[in-house]
């Protein structure tokens, strides 16, 4: 949609009104500059709420050849608006059209917003094709959680994509897309310079031959290179905790200072994406975290402690310590059951919290050996205990369904497991949020099928029908419709592309029903352990030999140790000369 250059005041107006709010806005000078235009691809509290996003926004404003702003999903009122004024969708801090920028960068944490990308584009004036988009500028790309992944469903509408953690990623990015513009290099020779950057992937210069659902050849242009090593770094403490957030009232978070104090989690839980893709466990050093408690809440009195498993934090209990000597506020993203003492449970009381939210995943003994979350029951009835003993009232518990030889016996588990320990709370109130599992890539149980929804809808309604007559249970669940498009997405090919776009105008449903063939046999086809999986290109340093070793271990619900940084070799991560040890 060609859209003409007039901005609705109205449109100008909100935007203000959101930065007039803000503190920590960064207002660069355009002169001169690589322009980036960073978009969250879904509405701007939710995008404020994010640390990556956060984060990628100070990282591009750091350096000095580059200026970045933002983007987000507008409402549905201000859509409606845009298209009446003809406005094109322009960026916040300069209120300048998207398609005016140097690079639009989209930060992905979600699949679920893939289908908001081509809607975004069109409001900006932009081809939402990668094909379509011939000129120098501007260069569309994505990174982020999602696409790292398995950037594939998003390749026919992406220039290029950034895999891996962001801090380190963006400095060459912007120094050869600088170089390509003064040389006036074309959009197809950027791209082979971006090439040459080991984290980024060019999905057009990939050609893939399918064989129904599966892959059959994957063609790599003459010079593009075969495997994108994805990008992190081992030392947390190399990037100092950021200072500079953006701070405004219109977000979940609203006045707390984000603290990333720990990143992977070395437990291994055999479903989990971010458990994987992070590793090895890296924790920051305890003196940096308490000078960043300290500037946090001498700021805003309250620091939110985030990470991929944020209890396994060597020094939490000191951290909190810390921050509530100094009468602050100080909230954890997660906890896990087998970190829980009194302690912990007592700090946290007096920091604030109400609600403990925990994750046993499964009601059974056997199937949380299956997915390596190796507690008894009675350990789980255990920490119920001493979390009654600290006085709290509210619980907050994650369930997963539909796991990999589950059986209705399990989800009985479930209403056995929370009825015991609603037993031990007495008093108080227990939400389950009840999730259908969904196979990711990069985790053991990526070649696994998709349970079928029925069996999915049949054990939620015997764990919604055991607590029909019991008060203080809540139960919330995913639909397995939802879940069954997230399990398309998370591990579909390129081909997925064209079907995004056209459910970001017409839904999914009718997109399910056209290419119902396609969709099911991928969703429930488990893979084969040699087969060619959409996101194999990409290397974070898990090796696939060990990943298939966790499935089967899985299967036969055998426990593996947790991670054990320095003296552990096992997945692949970790390379004996990143440690020293003579020490
Ligand atoms: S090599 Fe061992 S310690 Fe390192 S990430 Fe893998 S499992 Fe964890």
Redesign the pocket.
């Given at each position: 949609m060609e859209r003409g250059l007039p901005i609705s005041w109205k449109l100008k107006k909100k935007v203000k009104e959101a930065l007039a709010k803000e503190r920590g806005t960064v207002y660069k000078d355009h002169g001169g500059k690589v322009r980036v235009c960073l978009i969250y691809p879904n509405s701007y509290s939710l995008g404020m709420t994010n640390l990556g996003f956060q984060t990628v926004y100070h990282l591009f404003n750091s350096l000095d050849g580059c200026v970045a702003e933002r983007a987000f999903l507008p409402g549905k009122e201000e859509i409606e608006e845009f298209a009446r004024t003809s406005t094109s969708l322009f960026s916040y801090e300069s209120q300048t059209p998207l398609r005016e920028f140097d690079i639009l960068a989209f930060s992905i944490p979600f699949e679920d917003d893939y289908t908001n990308i081509p809607k975004i584009l069109d409001l900006a004036g932009v081809p939402v094709l990668s094909g379509e988009r011939t000129g120098f500028r501007p260069l569309v790309a994505a990174g982020g959680v999602a696409v790292s992944l398995n950037p594939e469903p998003l390749a026919e509408l992406m220039d290029f994509f950034l895999i891996g953690e962001g801090e380190g990623a963006l400095a060459p990015v912007i120094d050869i897309f600088r170089d390509a513009n003064e040389k006036g290099l074309s959009k197809k020779e950027t791209l082979k310079g971006l090439d040459s950057v080991p984290w980024a992937y060019v999905p057009s210069f990939y050609q893939y031959v399918f064989d129904g659902a599966r892959i059959k050849e994957v063609r790599v242009e003459a010079g593009a290179k075969e495997k994108v090593t994805a990008l992190k770094d081992f030392n947390l403490d190399k990037y100092p905790v950021p200072q500079n957030f953006i701070m405004t009232p219109d977000t979940e978070f609203k006045d707390t200072f984000l603290i990333e104090v720990e990143r992977g989690c070395?437990r291994g839980c055999r479903f989990c994406a971010a458990g994987f893709l992070y590793?090895?466990p890296r924790w920051r050093d305890i003196d940096n975290v308490k000078e960043a408690v300290k500037t946090g809440l001498d700021g805003s009195g309250k620091v939110g402690l985030v990470g991929t498993a944020v209890s396994e934090y060597p020094q939490i209990i000191d951290t909190i310590e810390f921050g509530v000597e100094r009468e602050g506020e100080v909230t954890l993203s997660s906890l896990r059951m087998d970190r829980l003492d009194g302690n912990l449970l007592g700090l946290l009381k007096k920091s604030g919290y109400k609600t403990i939210t925990l994750a046993p995943e499964a009601g059974s003994e056997r199937m949380r050996a299956v997915v390596n979350k190796g507690m008894s029951n009675d350990d789980i009835l255990a920490s119920i205990r001493l979390i009654k003993e600290a006085g709290f009232l509210k619980l907050k518990l994650y369930f997963l369904i539909g796991l990999p030889s589950e059986e209705d016996s399990d989800a009985e588990a479930i209403v056995g497991l929370t009825k015991d320990m609603k037993s031990v709370l007495e008093k108080g109130e227990i939400t389950l949020s009840i999730n259908p599992f969904i196979p990711k890539p990069f985790t053991p149980f990526q070649w696994q099928a998709f349970e079928d929804p029925s069996v999915i809808d049949r054990r939620l309604s015997i764990i919604q029908k055991g607590f029909s007559k019991v008060n203080g249970v809540n139960v919330k669940a995913l639909s397995s419709r939802e879940a069954f498009i997230q399990a398309y997405i998370g591990r579909a090919d390129r081909r997925a592309g064209p079907l995004i776009i056209e459910a970001s105008s017409k839904g999914w449903s009718r997109v399910i029903k056209k290419n119902s063939g396609l969709l099911n046999q991928s969703v429930y086809m488990e893979r084969a352990r040699e087969e060619r999986l959409p996101w194999d290109m990409i290397d974070h340093g898990?090796k696939k030999p060990y990943l298939w070793k966790e499935y089967q271990k899985g299967l036969e619900g055998r426990l593996t140790a947790p991670?054990?940084?320095g003296s552990?070799?096992?997945?692949?991560?970790?390379l004996p000369e990143y440690f020293n040890y003579e020490n």
């Open positions: 070395g590793l090895p898990v991670c054990d940084v552990c070799f096992r997945c692949g991560v970790c």
